[in-house]
């Protein structure tokens, strides 16, 4: 679903499937996992590269809905 909002994270951290809130993306899923995606580190997927570029490596807060 191209409409669908998908970070990758640490499974031992939150859980696979869980929907999460990140400040500054919004509702997304955690859909995926990564080699570098570790502890407290998440990965939010943005399609287009400027809009990636502009959001930037940052600390933002995660709330992960049960």
């Not at 580190?41 to 939010?44: G, K, L, S, T």
């Given at each position: 679903n191209p409409d669908r909002k998908v970070i990758a994270v640490d499974p031992d951290v939150i859980p696979l499937g869980s929907e999460v809130y990140v400040e500054g993306y919004g509702k997304a899923v955690a859909g995926d996992i990564g080699g570098a995606i570790q502890n407290d580190?998440?990965?939010?997927f943005i399609p287009n590269q400027g809009d990636a570029f502009d959001f930037g490596r940052k600390d933002v807060e995660v709330t992960v809905y049960e």
């Open positions: 580190r998440i990965d939010v």
